[in-house]
C-alpha cells in the first residue's frame, strides 16, 4: 500500500486533467466512466488492502492450529468475493446503460481512418452544406453527436479521452458511437489500434465550443479558401493548384481538388499539422513542407524537394488559409 | 547385456543396488558423442535444454524491452527508428508469449513432472524430442529474420488486414505466422506428451485426489493447449493463404471479414494467460507447502479453482474485442465471464495464504518469491476486474494501463513463480543449490524494478497514452513517469543479470544438495539430485498427497519392471492400480531429422506453396523411419517362474 497511496490520491483528485486524459471527465460518457472508475477503484483497492493484511498477519501472527475457522473464512471469502463481482458487474451494466441512451439528434459526422490521418465529413439534410474537414474535430457543447467510424485501409481506433471511450475503425464495416460533450475547451485525440509505422503520429484536436460558435465555425468553413492576397502568396497559390500539391490535396474554390489526402480548404485555422504531428506554426510549417519524412517517416506525404523560394511561397500561402 | 545374469531380467529384492543401477543405466543410457547428444529422449536431458532455450530467448526479448525503455524514456526521442521501433515491440511480444513463456512452463514440467509421478520418462518421448527440436527451429527463424531485418512489424496480434498482403508486403509477416506454425506442432506434441503421462504413468497410489498440485495444473493447461492451439493454428493458416496464395478471408472488399482474425486470435490468445499462469500457480502451491512445512490448505478448492479457471479461460476472449463494434448485449456475458475468474484465482490466494498462516513458514528464497508474487499479481488481477467492465475496459483498452495490468500478471503472476521455482527445482537437476544471499539480492532487484518499472504505467494510461507508439509528445504529463519507467527497467534487467549469474555460479560451485534439500513432500525428492538417466531404481509407490513426509523411513517400492529393455508400468487413470507393462521407446536421431525436414518444408513454404509439396518427400521418409516398427528391437520377454 505504501506504494499504491500516493499515485492513487493523485487519480482520485483528478490531478490528471491533461488534454487527453480519461479523467478529464468533459462529456456525459467520461462523466460515468469517472464515476464507476471511482467506484472500483474504491472496491479493488479494498480487496488489495484486505489481501495484504492476510498475507502480513499470516506472516507475523503466532502459530496456533485453528483449521476450522480458515476453513469458514474460506466460504465467507468466496461469499464475500462473489456478492462483490455482482455488484460491480451491475454498477458497470448500469454505467454501459446509461452511455447508450443518449438520445440521438441531428448531428451526425462521418468520419473515414487513413494511414494516417482522419478524414472527417459533417453531414447535412442539404448536400450543399456538408462540410469535410480534416484532423480536426469541433463539436457543440451541451449536443449529442453521432460519429459514424469507417475505415479506408487498416483498423484504427476513435477515442478522445476527455470525451468518452473508444470505438474501432474497421474496412468493411461501419461502426458508430455518440459522445455528448459538455465541458468547453480543446482535448486531443490519438488513434489507439496500432495500425502501422506511423500509428504514433495519427492524432486529431478536438475543439468543445458553445453551439452559437460551433454553427459559425461550420458557416465559415463552407466558405471556399482564402484567395491569394499578396504576390508571396500569390506564387504559393500558383505552386499548390499547378504542381505536386494537388494531386492529393482538396482547397475548396481553387483547382486543387485531389480527394486521398487531407483536406487544406482551411488548414492554417487547425491547431497541427501532420495529424497532430507538429504545433500549426510557420517554422514547423516550413519544416513539414520542406522534409514531411523527418517528423513522420513513413507517411504518404513524398519530400518534393522546394527551392527556397518556392518553400516560402507554399508557407505563405497555406497560412493564409484560415 | 550378455554380461549379466539373464534370471535376472527385472528388479526386485534379489536386483537391486549397484547390480540394479547398473544394468538400468544399460537399458536407459544413450549413445555417448554428439549422435547420441542429438538423439536423446530423456526427458531430463530435453526438460534442461527446452529451459536454457525459453531463457535465452527470455534474454533476447528482454533486450528489446530495454530498446524500447530507452526510446521511450524522453518524448520525441530519435534513439530507434519507428520501423525498428515497430519490429522490437514485436518481437517482444511475440518472444516472450510464444518463445518465452508458453515454453518455459513447458519446461519445467517436462523435467519435473515424471519425477513427481514417479515414473521413468514421459510417454511418447521420441515425440517429446520433437517438440524441442521444432521449438527451437521456429525461435532460430524469426530470429534470423529479425536480424537480417526481416523482422515481423505488425505485432504479436497480426491484426488483419494490417498484416494482410496489401499492407505488409515482403516475408516480414509470412516469418512471423510460420513461427507460429512451428510453436503450435512443438506446443500441441508436448500437451499430448504430458496429458498421457499424468494420466497413465502416475505411481501406484498416486489417484487423482493425491496427485501433487502443479501436475493438475499441468493436466488442465495441456488440455487447455489442445483445445486452444488449433484455433490460431488455423487463423495463421489462413493468413499465410491470403498472403500465398491470394485468398480472401480477411479481406473485407471480397466478402472476407477482418474480425475474424481477432475472434480466432483471442479465442487461442485469452486461454494463452492462463496456460502462462496456471502452471505458475502449481509451482506457488509446490513452494508454499515446502516452505510451510504442511499440505496446501484446501487441496480440492485449489484443485477445483484450476479447473473453473480452466473452463472460463475459454469464455473470456471478446474482452479484447469491446471496441470492435459487436452486440452490446453480447457484452454483458463476457463481462460477467471474466470477472467470474476472480472467484477461482481468489479461493487459491485464500489457499495459499491459509496455508502460510496454518504452517511454519521458513523464509527461503523460494518462498519469498511466493509472496512477492501475492503482493504483485494481486494487483493485477485486481486491474483485470476493472478492465472487464465494458464502460471501463474502452477507456482503458489499448494504453499503457493495459500494458501494466499484463505484466502485473505475467511477470508479477507468472515470472516471479517462475523464479522461485527453478530456485527451488534447481538442486534437483544440478545437485547444488543456488545462493541464497545472492538469491535475496535478485528478489528484492527484481521486485523493486518490476514495480517501479510498471506501476507508473497505470498513470501513464490513465493520463491519455496508446500503446504501440514508437514515440510520444512532450507536454501531455507522460515524461516524467515514462522516465521512471526505463529506469526500473535497468533494475528489473540488473536484478536478472544477478539471477542468472547466481544460477551459472551455483552451478559451478554451489553447496551440494543431497536428495531433499527442503525437506519436501514430493516424490521428485525421493531419488537422488541429480536423478539417474532412468529416474528411480524401484519405482515408488504412494498412499498419500504428501508420501515423503508420511514415509519417513523410506518410500514402499513396486517391482518388476523390466531392466533388460526400457519399460513403464501404466497405471489407471482416476485411480491409479498398475495395470500393464509399455515399452518406450529407444533413443534415435529420427526426431531430430523429421524436425528439419518439416522445418525446411515450413521455411520453405513461406516463399512458394510449392515447398510443401516437395517437403512431403524427406519429411514423409523422416517419419517413416521414426515410426518403423520397433518390436524387433526389444529383446524377447524373459520366461517368469
Known sequence: MRKLAPPLMLLTLGGCAGRQAMLGAAGRDSALFAWLWHVFLIVTVAFYCIVIAGLLWAVVRRREGGEAAVRTGLLVWVALISLTLVGLTLASWLADRNMNRAPRTGLTIEITAHQWWWDVRYIASDPSMTLRTSNELHLPAGTPVRIVLKSADVIHSFWIPNLSGKQDLIPGRSNDIVVTPEKVGVYRSQCAEYCGVQHAHMAFDVTVQPREAFEQWWKAGLLPAHAPATSVEQAGYTYVTTRECSTCHNVTGTPASGQVAPDLTHFASRLSIGAGTYPMDRGHLAAWLADPQDAKPGNKMPVIGLEPAELRAVSAYLESLK | MTDFDPDLARDGPDL???????????????????????????????????????????????????????????????????????????????????????????????????????????????????????????????????????????????????????????????????????????????????????????????????????????????????????????????????????????????????????????????????????????????????????????????????????????????????????????????????????????????????????????????????????????????????????????????????????????????????????????????????????????????????????????????????????????????????????????????????????????????????????????????????????????????????????EREGLPVMTGLRVDAREHLLTSVIEAVPSIREPSPKPTIWPLLSAIAIGITFVGSVFTPWALAIGLLPAGAALTAWFWPKNADIPPEPEID
Not at chain 2, 76 to 102: C, K, W
Open chain 2, 16 to 550: 537391486t543396488g549397484k547390480e540394479l543401477h547398473d544394468r538400468l543405466i544399460v537399458a536407459w543410457g544413450r549413445p555417448r558423442g554428439l549422435v547420441g547428444w542429438l538423439s536423446t529422449t530423456d526427458h531430463k536431458e530435453i526438460g534442461k535444454r527446452y529451459l536454457v532455450t525459453a531463457f535465452a530467448f527470455m534474454i533476447l526479448a528482454g533486450v528489446l524491452a530495454l530498446a524500447m525503455r530507452a526510446q521511450l524514456a524522453r518524448p520525441e526521442s530519435g534513439l530507434i527508428t519507428p520501423d525498428r521501433y515497430n519490429q522490437i515491440f514485436t518481437m517482444h511480444g511475440t518472444t516472450m508469449m510464444f518463445l518465452f513463456a508458453v515454453p518455459v512452463m513447458e519446461a519445467v514440467a517436462i523435467y519435473v513432472i515424471p519425477l513427481m509421478v514417479g515414473t521413468r520418462n514421459l510417454a511418447f518421448s521420441r515425440l517429446n524430442a520433437f517438440s524441442y527440436w521444432m521449438y527451437l527451429f521456429g525461435g532460430l527463424m524469426l530470429w534470423i529474420a529479425f536480424a537480417l531485418n526481416v523482422g515481423p512489424d505488425a505485432g504479436w496480434f497480426s491484426y488483419t488486414p494490417l498484416s494482410g498482403p496489401q499492407y505488409s508486403p515482403g516475408k516480414r509477416v509470412d516469418i512471423w505466422a510460420q513461427m507460429i506454425t512451428f510453436t503450435e506442432v512443438a506446443g500441441l506434441a508436448a500437451a499430448v506428451v504430458m496429458v498421457a503421462t499424468i494420466l497413465k504413468q502416475r505411481a501406484p497410489g498416486m489417484t487423482l485426489a493425491r496427485m501433487p498440485l502443479f501436475v493438475w495444473a499441468m493436466l488442465i493447461v495441456s488440455l487447455m493447449i489442445i483445445f486452444a492451439l488449433p484455433a490460431v493454428a488455423l487463423d495463421s493458416a489462413m493468413l499465410l493463404s491470403d498472403r500465398l496464395v491470394g485468398t480472401h478471408f480477411f479481406n473485407p472488399y471480397e466478402r472476407g471479414d477482418a474480425l475474424l482474425w481477432q475472434h480466432l486470435f483471442w479465442f487461442f490468445g485469452h486461454p494463452e494467460v492462463y496456460i502462462i499462469f496456471l502452471p505458475a500457480t502449481g509451482f506457488v502451491s509446490e513452494m508454499t507447502a515446502t516452505f510451510c512445512r504442511r499440505p496446501v490448505f484446501g487441496y480440492p478448492a485449489v484443485v477445483l479453482s484450476l479447473i473453473a479457471t480452466g473452463l472460463l479461460a475459454f469464455g473470456l476472449w471478446v474482452h479484447h474485442m469491446f471496441a470492435t463494434g459487436l452486440p452490446r448485449l453480447g457484452y454483458a456475458f463476457y463481462t460477467a465471464a471474466s470477472m467470474t475468474v476472480a472467484i477461482p484465482t481468489g479461493i487459491q490466494i485464500f489457499c495459499w495464504i491459509a496455508t502460510i498462516w496454518l504452517g511454519r513458514p521458513r523464509y527461503r528464497v523460494p518462498l519469498l518469491w511466493v509472496i512477492g508474487f501475492v503482493v504483485s499479481f494481486v494487483v493485477g488481477g485486481l486491474t483485470g476486474v476493472m478492465l472487464a467492465s465494458v464502460p471501463l475496459d474502452l477507456e482503458l483498452h489499448d494504453t499503457y494501463f493495459v500494458v501494466a495490468h499484463f505484466h502485473y500478471v505475467l511477470i508479477g503472476g507468472a515470472v516471479f513463480p517462475l523464479l522461485g521455482a527453478v530456485t527451488y527445482w534447481f538442486p534437483k537437476a544440478t545437485g547444488r543449490l543456488m545462493s541464497e544471499s545472492w538469491g535475496k539480492v535478485s528478489f528484492a532487484l527484481v521486485f523493486g524494478g518490476f514495480h517501479l518499472t510498471f506501476f507508473p504505467m497505470h498513470l501513464t494510461g490513465m493520463l491519455g497514452m496508446p500503446r504501440r507508439v514508437y514515440t510520444y509528445p512532450a507536454g501531455m504529463g507522460w515524461d516524467t513517469l515514462n522516465l521512471i519507467s526505463s529506469l526500473g527497467s535497468a533494475i528489473l534487467a540488473l536484478g536478472f543479470v544477478v539471477f542468472l549469474l547466481n544460477a551459472f555460479r551455483s552451478f559451478r560451485s554451489g553447496e551440494p544438495a543431497g536428495a531433499d534439500p527442503w525437506d519436501a513432500p514430493g516424490l521428485e525428492w525421493a531419488t537422488s539430485s541429480p536423478p539417474a538417466v532412468y529416474n528411480f531404481a524401484h519405482l515408488p509407490s504412494v498412499a498419500s498427497r504428501t508420501p515423503l513426509w508420511d
